[in-house]
Every structure is written in C-alpha cells, then in structure tokens.
C-alpha cells in the first residue's frame, strides 16, 4: 500500500551530473531511512546513500564526494544529487524506504528503478 515514485533518471555525458527523487506515498506512520540502491548489468545490487531520519548519510566509498543524499521530510522526499559522474555509475537506481507503516509494523518498500546511463 505504499507507493515509491522515482524520476530523474537518464543518459549524461561523463563528468555531468543528475538529480534523482523519490516520492513515498501511502500508509506511512513514520520513515525511519530512505535511500538509493544501484545494480549495474551483472553485478549485485549495492547500497549507494542512504539517511536516517536523523539525517545522518552514509554513502558508498565509490561515490564519497560525488553525491550528496538529502530528504524533505515534509515530502517524504528523499533526492540524490550526483556530480561527476563516471562510466561506471551506469546502472538502475532503486529507491527504497525503510519506513514505520501505519499499522505500527516495521517494513521496507522498493522503487521499480530509473535507469542512469553514463556515456564518454
């Protein structure tokens, strides 16, 4: 019952820079982190960034000052703002959201994905 909507997904030359949302919508009590995932064709998905409602970000070392994660908590936004990007950023971008649903049960929702695709 609750729905992630992804956008901003594309084709970039190397070096140029995307800004990715994602939107939760549904029976949300409370979202507890929110983040992006990635899976490059043959490879296992992987964490990119994620937040906790505490808007305390991680991110993966192959993107540490590339990407910025934020949120708007009024929103239920969360946005992935990638500079610099590289050949090898080339994948599906999940979103997910670790949330609270509002029958008070503990869950995570997924995103069906927005392709980035980085070019030379």
């Known amino acids: 019952q609750v729905q992630l909507v992804e956008s901003g997904g594309g084709l970039v030359q190397a070096g140029e820079s995307l800004k990715l949302s994602c939107v939760a919508s549904?029976?949300?009590?409370?979202?507890?982190?929110m983040g992006w995932y990635r899976q490059a064709p043959g490879k296992e998905r992987e964490l990119v960034a994620h937040?906790?409602?505490?808007?305390?970000?991680t991110y993966a070392d192959s993107v540490k000052g590339r990407f910025t994660i934020s949120r708007d908590n009024t929103k239920n936004t969360v946005y992935l703002q990638m500079n610099s990007l590289k050949l090898e950023d080339t994948a599906v971008y999940y979103c997910?959201?670790?949330?609270?649903?509002?029958?008070?049960?503990?869950?995570?929702?997924w995103g069906k994905g927005t392709l980035v695709t980085v070019s030379s």
């Open positions: 997910y959201v670790d949330f609270m649903a509002g029958n008070l049960k503990r869950v995570d929702s």
């Open positions: 549904g029976s949300i009590f409370s979202i507890i982190r």
């Open positions: 937040i906790t409602s505490g808007n305390s970000p």
